[in-house]
Structure formats: structure tokens, C-alpha cells
């Protein structure tokens, strides 16, 4: 079609024709930007090519690394039933090659090799001049990922463990590992969850603490659990999980359930239980998170436990989420609110980690493009980044173990709740990737709620923080970073484990320990590598440091309030679990 004024093509198309161009881009690359690897490839080996003293010295490295492997060789010629001497097991803690067969000929041979490699990429890949520092990282964990795949560990012929398996049992760790995985592509082919998880049913064997589903809106369950000691404190706590994830994640097996702990210590708790959005929810914002989620369920709560504060808690999305909504509280007079709990939140995105690696323009666009299609993202394409920030430990290692092994892993409640994905409505997920990781308009105080910026400066209550040390989704330096946002009262905590792990961290579970500070309302700010260094080591869980603080900006221990009860506006609407956990 043409303007018959000037010819030209009419701009009406223009768009739908982009439109169905990215649509089809994203589904070829699985929403995967190839542009911005190719942009980050040519930043580097243009650079590398105009950088002759950094070309001499990896050429010069690479020749001495060939000098060890020819070593390597040439002793193994001499005596091939003799294991390497000194074997070299570097990177460090690189538990692939931990077993003993690896030193012996010819497999301390392929572990040369696959070290050698990924020492001279490591080198490539750093201090190259006039590269883009984000390239420089994309580039290293690019040639990671390729390295990961190429690893001697991942080949039945050139794993020693493998094959020493496979003789004793004549084939049959092989025979399982083809079932294994026949099975797992059954499952995944029909949409089927993983082998085992069907051992961790929501309701009967995970999310089981008691209580009822006391508000039900077009976007939460709000969950009241049951006391379980004859007297609470007066003031309840609510907790906001990500909608990431089901929020079960702090209600998994009784042993180790966040909530169940919390009840127990005299708390009254509520939580929120978010539904599972599809197609027809795809212009919900973070506007309506805010609304139907946070201030829907602040006021159910007031209206349940009238007459005191809240103490609300947010985990990872959630607490970011928090953080917004107690701002634009502060900033409007709402002082319902007695502390903030953000536990493995982000407020500040300059500094991310490597989940930065998979957001920025190129990106956000393709996936922008592929939600315009479906209306949300779904769980598999974002777990599936998640599994690259750790794939020997979440694809190589399982793959080893199940499909070549035959061992089977065995499920847990955390691996079975990870696996039960939910699905994130297009609009919300673009404002947040735009906003926050792109933009930083938190941090910068241009976030926007009910038309007017927010700045978590303006958050008074007392703010207890939990960051976790190997944190690949919020690492810890960047949720330390509240410190430089806010002069409020501000309680920090570094545990040990995960962004996962590390905050389902129940007393007595072995090899934990933290470290907690608080900086008075107003103090100076102390760098949290000066911090780390310098505050004690506490063993086991967090938690009761996290009950303890809570009870002291607690009143006295009054009776329980009533679950469900007419007159507080508020009545049954179920049992806990729910209905939207389900979905």
C-alpha cells in the first residue's frame, strides 16, 4: 500500500511488520539476543586485533601452557601406569576432576587440556584494551558456557569415573541413563514436572502449615496461618513472596518452613499467595501489583489485627516491591507500616551480578517481542537463564550423574518447589526489567507510584536486610547497597548459601552461619567488603536473630486475633494452601 500523496509505503504497516519480523527473530533464537553476543565479539577481537602486546602475551602463554601439557605427555610416556605427581586441579575446587582416576594416563591428559583451555580463555577475555567491561563479562561467560559443554567430564569416552562404572556393570549405569533421560524428555514433551516432585504434593507434603485463605482478588490469595501459642505478639507480620516463584518456597516441608517457625515463635503471620497470570492478564503493571497485592493485602491485615502496626517482609521481587510500596507510604503520611524485612531484595540495580549479562536493550526487546505473542513470559525461559548462571551444577553434573551414571538425584522440597514455574504478565515483566535493571529509577528516585516519584530515602521504620554470599540472582554487595539509599535504622545480615538456600536456612541445619550488624538511624556507611571483614561470625541460622529483632519493636504478648471472622470484613474464603498455588 502507498500514500498516493508521495508514494511512499504507508506507516500503519511499518509496525505490524517489525512486529511479526521479532516475533519470529525471538522464537528462532529462544529470546536469546544473538545481537548483543555479536556486538560483544566484535568489541573484543577488534580491539585484540589493534592490541599487539596483548596478542604476544597470550600467544606467549598459550606456548608455556603447551610446555605443561607436552610435560604431562612426556611423563606418561615414560611410566603410563604412574598417575600424574602433582595434578593440577585448576580452577580451584573444581570438583569434575576430583576423583583419583583423573590422574592417571591418558585422562590426566583431557583434564590438561580442558584446564589449559579455560586458563588462556580466562586471560583472552580480560584486560583487553578499550573493551566495553559489560562485553568483557559477556564474553567470559559466553566462553564459559562453551567450555562447560566441551568439559572431557561430559563424555562417557573420556571420564574415567564413567567408564570404570560402565565395566562393572557391564552397561548397565547406561541402560538407566537412557531410561533417565528418555523419561525426562516424556515429561518435559507433555509438560510434565520432573521425576520425584510428584513425592512433594502442595498441601500434603509441602506448604502445609495450617491456616485460611482470608482475601481472594483477581491477583492474591491472602493467607492467615493459626496461631499455634496461647498468646502473640500484637503487631502481625505480612509477608510479600516473589511472583517469580510460588510463594511456598517459605512454607516447604515442616522442618524448614520459614512460616511455620515464625508461628511458632509467637508471631502472627500473613502471606501472600499470587496467582499464576495468563494471556488474558497481559497489561497487568506493577501498578496492580502494588494495588491488588501489597495495599490490598496491608489493608485485609489492618482490618483482621486492628488497632497496631505491621511489620511487613519481602523476599527477592517481593521485597523490591515493598521497598516501593513503603516509600510511596512514607511519602503519603501511611504509617501502618512498624519495620521492613527485605530478605535477598535488590533497591539498587547498577551492580547486579551476572543476571545482568541477560538484560539490557537488545534483550528486553526481544522479549518484549516474544510476550507480545503470548501475553507472559513463561517459567522456562526464565529458569533456563537462571541454569546458565550455574550450569555445571544445575545441566553438566545432573546430566553426568542421571544419564550417564544412572544415578538418579534425589528430589527435595526446594528442588520440587523450583520446579513448579509460573508465568510473568508481559507488562509487568517489561517495567521491571526497564525500570529497575535498565533504568535504575528506584535508586535514582524517579520510580514513579500514583504518578509521583518515590525515594526509599523517605522509609523511617527500622529495616532488617538479608543478603546471601553466593547469591547469583541478588548478590549481596548489590542488596548491601540499601545502605546508601536510606539513613533509616538499618539491620544487615550475611548468611551463607544461596538466594534460595540461604533464606530457607533452618536452626540446626549444618554448615550455616552469618554475620549481622545494625547501623544506627543516621550513622556512616562502612563499604561491605570492610564490613564483611570486620563483623563476627555467628554459627547456625539467621532466623532467630530475625524473631529476636522483631520482638524487640514488638509489643506486649496479647491473645491471638480471630482467622476468618465476619466482622473484621474478612471471612473464610478457604483452607490454606489455597486455590491460586495450585494453578
Known amino acids: 500500500m502507498t500514500n498516493k500523496k508521495n508514494g511512499n509505503i504507508d506507516s500503519a504497516i511499518n509496525p505490524k511488520l517489525d ?15 544473538p545481537e548483543t553476543s555479536l556486538l560483544a565479539w566484535v568489541d573484543w577481537a577488534s580491539h585484540l586485533a589493534n592490541s599487539p602486546g596483548k596478542q604476544a602475551e597470550l600467544l606467549a602463554f598459550a606456548a608455556s601452557l603447551s610446555e605443561q601439557w607436552m610435560a604431562v605427555l612426556k611423563k606418561n610416556r615414560a611410566n603410563p601406569n604412574r598417575g600424574a605427581t602433582a595434578p593440577d ?11 583419583p582416576a583423573w590422574d592417571q594416563w591418558p585422562y590426566d591428559l583431557f583434564r590438561s587440556s580442558f584446564v ?71 515429561r518435559q514433551l507433555s509438560g510434565q514436572p520432573p521425576a520425584g516432585t510428584e513425592n512433594f504434593v502442595v498441601g500434603r ?4 502449615t495450617e491456616g485460611k485463605v482470608v482475601l481472594r482478588n483477581r491477583l492474591i490469595e491472602l493467607i492467615q496461618y493459626t496461631p499455634t501459642t496461647e498468646k502473640v505478639h500484637p503487631e502481625p507480620i505480612m509477608i510479600i513472596p516473589a511472583w517469580i516463584m510460588k510463594y511456598y518456597v517459605l512454607d516447604l516441608s515442616p522442618h524448614n518452613s520459614l512460616i511455620r517457625y515464625l508461628v511458632a515463635q509467637g508471631h502472627t503471620v500473613f502471606c501472600i499467595s499470587w496467582r499464576n497470570p495468563d494471556a488474558e492478564d497481559r497489561d497487568l503493571g506493577m501498578d496492580e501489583y502494588l494495588e491488588f497485592g501489597l495495599h490490598a493485602a496491608l489493608d485485609a491485615v489492618t482490618s483482621v489485627v486492628p488497632g497496631h502496626g505491621v511489620h511487613a517482609a519481602g523476599y527477592c521481587l517481593g521485597g523490591t516491591l515493598l521497598a516501593i510500596g513503603a516509600s510511596a507510604m512514607a511519602r503519603d503520611g501511611d504509617t501502618r507500616l512498624v519495620s521492613v524485612s527485605l530478605l535477598a531484595a535488590q533497591t539498587d540495580f547498577s551492580e547486579p551480578g551476572e543476571l545482568s549479562l541477560f538484560i539490557n536493550e537488545s534483550q528486553v526487546a526481544l522479549l518484549e517481542a516474544s510476550m507480545a505473542q503470548t501475553g507472559y513470559l513463561t517459567s522456562d525461559q526464565m529458569s533456563g537463564a537462571f541454569q546458565l548462571l550455574r550450569s555445571y551444577d544445575l545441566i553438566w553434573s545432573r546430566m553426568i550423574d542421571e544419564y550417564l551414571l544412572g544415578d538418579r538425584r534425589p528430589m527435595t522440597d526446594l528442588m520440587a518447589w523450583n520446579a513448579d514455574g509460573t508465568r510473568l504478565p508481559a507488562k509487568m515483566h517489561s517495567q521491571y526489567l526497564r525500570r529497575l535493571y535498565l533504568n535504575n529509577d528506584l535508586s535514582a528516585g524517579r520510580y514513579p507510584v500514583t504518578g509521583r516519584p518515590v525515594s526509599v530515602g523517605d522509609i523511617a521504620v527500622p529495616v532488617f536486610c538479608v543478603g546471601t554470599a553466593s547469591d547469583h540472582i541478588a548478590p549481596w554487595r548489590s542488596v548491601y547497597k540499601l545502605h546508601l539509599l536510606s539513613s533509616a535504622e538499618l539491620t544487615f545480615v550475611l548468611t551463607t548459601g544461596g538466594h534460595n538456600g540461604g533464606i530457607v536456612s533452618e536452626p540446626g541445619r549444618g554448615k550455616r552461619q552469618y554475620q549481622i550488624h545494625t547501623r544506627a538511624a543516621g550513622d556512616g556507611y562502612m563499604a561491605p567488603d570492610e564490613w564483611q571483614a570486620t563483623m563476627q561470625t555467628h554459627p547456625d541460622s539467621w532466623w532467630p536473630a530475625w524473631s529476636a529483632w522483631l520482638r524487640e519493636r514488638s509489643g506486649d504478648v496479647v491473645a491471638p486475633p480471630l482467622i476468618g471472622a465476619e466482622s473484621s470484613g474478612y471471612p473464610t474464603v478457604c483452607d490454606a494452601p489455597g486455590e491460586y498455588v495450585r494453578n
Request: net charge neutral; aromatic share 10%.
Open 19 to 33: 512486529g511479526d519480523a521479532h516475533v519470529a527473530w525471538a522464537q528462532a533464537w529462544s529470546s536469546i539476543s
Open 89 to 99: 586441579r585448576s580452577p580451584v575446587n573444581d570438583r569434575r576432576f576430583n576423583d
Open 116 to 186: 589449559n583451555q579455560t586458563k588462556w580463555w580466562e586471560q583472552a577475555t580480560q584486560g583487553v584494551w578499550g573493551v566495553d567491561p559489560k562485553h568483557q563479562r559477556l564474553l567470559a561467560f559466553g566462553a564459559k558456557q562453551w567450555l562447560e559443554m566441551l568439559s572431557p567430564a561430559n563424555a562417557a569416552v573420556f571420564n574415567p569415573v564413567v567408564l570404570k562404572r560402565t565395566i562393572a556393570e557391564q552397561g548397565a549405569n547406561l541402560a538407566r541413563g537412557t531410561s533417565n533421560f528418555l523419561d525426562d524428555l516424556r
Open 205 to 208: 507434603d509441602v506448604a502445609v
